[in-house]
């Protein structure tokens, strides 16, 4: 028997930075075919899934610019019901980290506004952390930095968070950051 109160997962951040395929890992897809497949999301997708007695409804929000403007100019119908946040950032991306990171700003500000939505978990996934990249000290720097102003913005908010390593060359690795 399933109970039937699903939870609602978002996944955000911006566009290429690996929503969809984590979501495709987490439906369980072992395809390599689907992987090479994907394209990018059209607006925001919803997809059911079960994994054990839970049932999940994962928002995985395109993030390309005009899909990112509509999200925050209607927040509250996309965030309504949210157990879960989950922001994706790509750490192979760099040059894009402070576009990210404006993102992910906006997001937590207009969380906090919704004052409903104080219970909401916040997790944050630094994703592409493949185990062959290469990391040297230079890339570890700009890691360390990055991971501070997330955590700095986070701290100045009662939200609870954890912040993840995450990648999908290992099936679906999740590791809690030092
Ligand atoms: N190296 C590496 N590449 C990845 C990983 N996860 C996803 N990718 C690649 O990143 C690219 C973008 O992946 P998507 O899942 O389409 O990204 P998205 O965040 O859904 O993008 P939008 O739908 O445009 O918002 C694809 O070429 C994926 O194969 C990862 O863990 N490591
Ligand atoms: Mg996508």
């Known amino acids: ?13 911006l566009d290429n930075a690996g929503k969809t395929s984590i979501v495709k890992c987490l439906s369980g897809t072992k395809k390599l075919d689907s992987f090479c497949e994907i394209k990018p999301t059209k607006g925001n997708e919803i997809i059911s899934i079960k994994i054990s007695d839970s049932e999940f409804n994962i928002w995985d929000l395109g993030g390309q610019e005009s899909f990112r403007k509509e999200y925050l100019s209607d927040f509250d119908r996309y965030i309504f019901g949210c157990n879960k946040l989950i922001f994706v950032f790509d750490i192979q991306d760099s040059k894009r980290y402070e576009l990210a990171l404006q993102y992910f ?19 944050i996934f630094l994703h592409k952390f493949d185990s062959d990249l290469i990391k040297t000290d230079a890339f570890n720097k700009k890691i360390t930095s990055l991971k501070d102003k997330i955590k700095e913005k ?25």
């Open 1 to 13: 028997m399933t109970k039937s109160n699903p939870k609602k997962i978002i996944f955000i951040g």
């Open 105 to 123: 700003e906006k997001i937590i500000n207009l969380l906090e506004d919704n004052i409903k939505n104080n219970n909401i978990k916040i997790s």
């Open 154 to 178: 986070l701290d100045s908010t009662d939200f609870f968070y954890q912040i993840f390593n995450t990648t999908i060359y290992a099936i679906f690795e999740k590791r809690v950051t030092e």
